[in-house]
């Protein structure tokens, strides 16, 4: 990463800081880490589930947080 996009990303994360609430960014913070620990295979199970009309993205993944929390 450059040291140009490294100050973008500062400035985007300074803004994310001061615009948005404590709870979006908690609520983003745990779809984010959720997410991340998925493999490749449960993600795609996911975003198949989404686009069939399941449920939205979020709500997956929501659901999925709420299974990690056990």
């Known amino acids: 990463m450059t040291t140009e996009q490294k100050q973008d990303l500062h400035r985007l994360k300074f803004a994310a800081a001061t615009e948005k609430g404590e709870l979006?960014?908690?609520?983003?913070?745990?779809?984010y880490e959720a997410l991340r620990k998925l493999n490749p295979a449960r993600y795609a199970d996911l975003?198949?589930?989404?686009?069939?009309?399941?449920?939205?993205?979020d709500e997956?993944?929501?659901?999925?947080?709420?299974?990690?929390?056990?």
């Open 60 to 70: 997956l993944v929501d659901e999925l947080v709420l299974e990690n929390s056990k």
């Open 47 to 57: 975003v198949s589930k989404s686009l069939a009309g399941v449920a939205t993205f």
């Open 24 to 31: 979006d960014l908690a609520e983003g913070y745990l779809r």
